[in-house]
């Protein structure tokens, strides 16, 4: 549920001035444009490709107008998507250690665009490795989002990840009869103490809550199999 | 509100065996033996056999009563005396967790079973998870099987659901004294918030539930409030300075780690009020581990929680607290349980806590007086980290 948001979010963001300006553009329309309804005006779909208004075609085609256009799409958007504020929600509540920076490569090296490291980049690589470690955050303060079957979350013996020392795996833990990592002991918690059902290593849930445990110990040199 | 009334507890007829009553008499001796130096003992000891043989009453030879009476020496008024705790039971109802009421019940046998029973029992607060009526009836009915009378203290998921509604009918008021052999006892509600759920338009479910998150910022911090202190002031104003004082409040009433709310954020003027007093010992819940500190003539003691514990605040421990084990995850009940005290005459403490599946550990007044030269507690094995 809480991936479906920063999805759209993500192509929302980017790409809304672009699709407005071809969409009143009067040129050929090709299969994927929006049709033209019965009355001649017409209608421009966000990238979700669900939310669409309808624009009438003697709209003046100024940036101005663009900008309603795009802010009447959000606004659809956003009513249809209460929680879509839900990063700065978790965040408010709980606490996450915010990655590095990585601002001293603006303008070094290469990057994904094959010029040097852009601003633009670093905000990218920071607000998604963010995001992640706040998407576990929610999930390892909810009993609800770990199924758990008697109301126990993770925060209940590990308040902002307390305790937890992500940095002392991989270790051999006799209970288990081999050596654990990190997830392994996430699902240890999650079947007993919490009593829910065990995640597959790649779920987005345990990737999200390796990222949030992880992301708690920022700076604590890696010492496996420390006890 | 904050007046002066009776405790609540649960009354029964107390009737003890004779058994009972000599395991009683041997075991204060040897509790009086342990604060004798010897030539204060053979005083005393002559005294009581003197006194014993005046009164014609032989049989008292053979009894342990004239020591236990010689044990109070200092102050003829007041005998040593034990009371247990039970702490932070986080009560769902039944359907929900049935895990939390199991652990609950076996702190209840815990204390049923102690041979003598402690003179009473202190609840420390959070008997309910989220402040529901059917989670504080619950507990109401559990708590209820304890032989010993109990007084009851408020804990933050206690009270807001409702603010304290259900709590106070079941209970009485969240603010009240008493006084047992000598010692003034004050229970004092100090984990009051200062309004952030008005604003933000939310349900007492909203608001209970972001309170119950120790590590939830958009709450306030505890406070003990003004009303509250203008009630201690007033409640401790006839009080001498030489009477031992016993505080139980929820909240530590220092400031320890702010974004657990380990934490009292008037803590100073409240220790102004208690700063007369020869001996203050308060004993709080919330922390859910063995915490021990000490500021000027006030000691602290934290208690065990029944049903999860908290690790260690990453700041400002105090100096004095030698840690418990870190809980082993693979060990259920690890970190958990309950605990007495034991009251000396001078109406300091020694705070024991009943570790579950460990060795009970013991935090002497000694300890805390002497700021950590004699008696220190047995270091873990297992520290956080």
Redesign the interface.
Same mark, same amino acid.
């Given at each position: 549920m809480k991936n479906t948001p920063w999805l759209a979010l993500a192509l929302v963001t980017l790409p809304l001035v672009t699709l407005a300006a071809p969409a009143l553009a009067d040129g050929p329309s090709s299969s994927a444009n929006p049709p033209a309804t019965l009355s001649g005006s017409k209608v421009v779909k966000l990238c979700d490709n669900k939310t669409t208004v309808e624009v009438s075609n003697d709209t003046p085609k100024t940036p101005d107008e663009g900008k309603k256009i795009a802010d009447a799409l959000m606004a659809q958007w956003e009513s249809k998507h209460p929680d879509n504020k839900w990063v700065a929600e978790e965040v408010? =509540?709980? %606490?996450v250690v915010p990655p590095e920076d990585n601002v001293k490569l603006v303008g070094t090296g290469q990057s994904s665009t094959y010029g040097a490291v852009s601003a633009q980049d670093v905000k990218v690589w920071n607000t998604e490795t963010y995001k992640e470690a706040v998407y576990g955050s929610s999930v390892f303060?909810s009993g609800d989002e770990l199924g758990s079957e008697? =109301?126990?979350s993770c925060?209940?013996?590990?308040? +902002?990840a =307390?305790?937890t020392?992500p940095e002392t795996y991989p270790k051999f %833990?006799p %209970?288990l009869g081999r050596v654990a990592l990190l997830r392994d002991?996430i699902n240890?918690?999650i079947e007993?103490?919490v009593r829910g059902k065990v995640l597959a290593p790649d779920d987005p849930k345990m990737r999200a809550l390796e990222s949030y445990i992880l992301a708690q110990r920022k700076g604590v040199p890696l010492d496996y199999g420390k +006890? | 509100m904050h007046n002066k009334r009776t405790p609540p507890s649960i009354k029964r007829p107390h009737i003890k065996s004779v058994e009972t009553r000599y395991f009683e008499e041997r075991d204060s001796l040897f509790r009086g033996l342990q604060r004798l130096d010897r030539r204060t003992f053979m005083k005393v000891s002559a005294g009581a056999a003197a006194a014993a043989a005046a009164s014609g009453v032989s049989h008292h030879f053979h009894s342990f009563l004239p020591i236990n009476v010689a044990g109070a020496t200092e102050d003829t008024a007041r005998q040593p005396f034990t009371f247990a705790y039970i702490s932070d039971s986080h009560l #769902?109802i039944k359907k929900?967790?049935?895990?939390f009421i199991r652990q609950l019940l076996r702190a209840v046998d815990d204390v049923n079973a102690m041979d003598p029973q402690p003179d009473f029992v202190l609840y420390g607060g959070d008997l309910a998870?989220l402040g529901r009526k059917e989670e504080l009836d619950l507990g109401a009915q559990v708590l209820k099987s304890l032989k010993a009378p109990v007084h009851m203290m408020v804990g933050e998921h206690d009270w807001f659901f409702d603010m304290g509604h259900r709590w106070n009918e079941l209970f009485g008021p969240e603010n009240y004294s008493f006084n047992h052999k000598g010692v003034h006892f004050v229970v004092l509600m100090s984990v009051h918030e200062k309004d952030f759920w008005t604003a933000r338009g939310m349900t007492p479910a909203e608001r209970m539930h972001?309170v119950a998150?120790?590590?939830?910022?958009?709450q306030s911090a505890f406070e003990v409030g003004a009303p509250e202190r203008a009630w201690l002031k007033k409640d401790l104003e006839k009080v001498p300075t030489t009477t031992p004082i016993i505080v139980f409040s929820h909240s530590p009433l220092y400031k320890l780690y702010r974004?657990?709310n380990f934490w009292t954020d008037d803590a100073e003027d409240v220790q102004a009020i208690l700063q007369r007093f020869d001996h203050v010992t308060v004993l709080h819940g919330h922390t859910h581990q063995v915490l021990t500190n000490r500021i000027g003539n006030i000691q602290f003691h934290g208690m065990l929680s029944t049903?999860?514990?908290?690790?260690y605040a990453?700041q400002g421990l105090p100096a004095l607290t030698v840690q418990m084990n870190?809980?082993n995850?693979?060990d259920?009940n690890d970190g958990l349980g309950d605990g007495s005290a034991n009251v000396h005459p001078d109406g300091l403490v020694d705070k024991v806590y009943s570790l579950w599946n460990r060795n009970p550990t013991e935090v002497k007044a000694s300890y805390l007086s002497s700021d950590g030269a004699q008696d220190r507690p047995v270091i873990p094995t297992?520290a956080? #980290?």
């Open positions: 408010e =509540a709980h %606490q303060h008697i =109301a126990v925060d209940m013996c590990h308040p +902002r =307390a305790n020392h %833990q %209970q002991m240890w918690c007993h103490p +006890r | #769902y929900t967790n049935e895990r998870q972001t998150g120790l590590d939830n910022a958009v974004p657990w049903a999860w514990p908290w690790p990453p870190r809980p995850p693979f259920p297992l956080s #980290y």
